[in-house]
């Protein structure tokens, strides 16, 4: 089966295919989820196994910060335009009264940018997914400090399918199920740093978009 592959350059760009009826199949943040599956008629497919999003908001390994609550109003936040992992980091920083409205956001185009504006005092605190942060190497990872680290472990990238793919939807499913015992498929699964896929039901996407609701409002 022939598949084009697009990949875009920002959010934004990714969330105008997506009004324009132009993706069949995506691996979609949280945020994007409510969309895909509420206005577009987006169906889950599979998710990495365990592979929830988390985050962590870090700040200079010689900061004065200790602790959240020691955060103010007016502090500069760096992070990329990635919408689930900010919003995981701004409910961490909720403690301190802090919100989009009274900090300084930086967007940065990469989490070595993000790492590279903390260490460099251009930002005081930095927003970033634990897997790239627990990816950096261990220089970067010894010039920042982690000050809180979520443990949602229900947030998670699926991949979904739109209404035009729905058809070949068991299909799909079928084929990553049985990755792992495909020895062509193993350095794939390898390379994406996870074991097998697992089944995405409708509800566990249902579930996890109300709980992004709730954690938002």
Not at 38 to 53: N, Q, V
Not at 80 to 94: F, H, K, S, Y
């Amino acid at each position: 089966m022939a598949i084009h592959l697009a990949l875009y350059d920002s959010f934004a760009q990714q969330r105008q295919a997506i009004a324009e009826d132009r993706i069949d199949l995506i691996y979609a943040n949280p945020y994007d989820a409510a969309m895909l599956v509420r206005e577009m008629g987006f169906m889950a497919l599979a998710h990495p196994a365990g592979l929830a999003d988390e985050a962590v908001v870090a700040v200079n390994a010689g900061s004065a910060y200790q602790r959240t609550e020691d955060l103010q109003a007016g502090i500069r936040v760096a992070s990329t335009a990635d919408p689930d992992v900010n919003m995981m980091g701004m409910i961490m920083l909720e403690p301190a009264d802090l919100s989009p409205e009274n900090v300084k956001s930086e967007i940065c185009s990469s989490y070595i940018l993000v790492a590279k504006q903390v260490m460099n005092g251009n930002a005081d605190v930095g927003i970033f997914p634990a897997r790239a942060f627990d990816g950096f190497s261990s220089m970067i990872r010894g010039s920042l400090r982690p000050l809180v680290r979520s443990e949602i472990s229900v947030v998670r990238h699926m991949l979904l399918a739109g209404p035009k793919a729905l058809s070949i939807l068991p299909a799909l499913r079928e084929a990553l199920l049985s990755m792992p015992s495909d020895e062509k498929a193993l350095p794939i699964l390898k390379d994406l740093g996870f074991s097998h896929w697992e089944v995405s039901s409708q509800e566990d996407v249902e579930f996890m978009i109300d709980l992004v609701d709730t954690l938002v409002s």
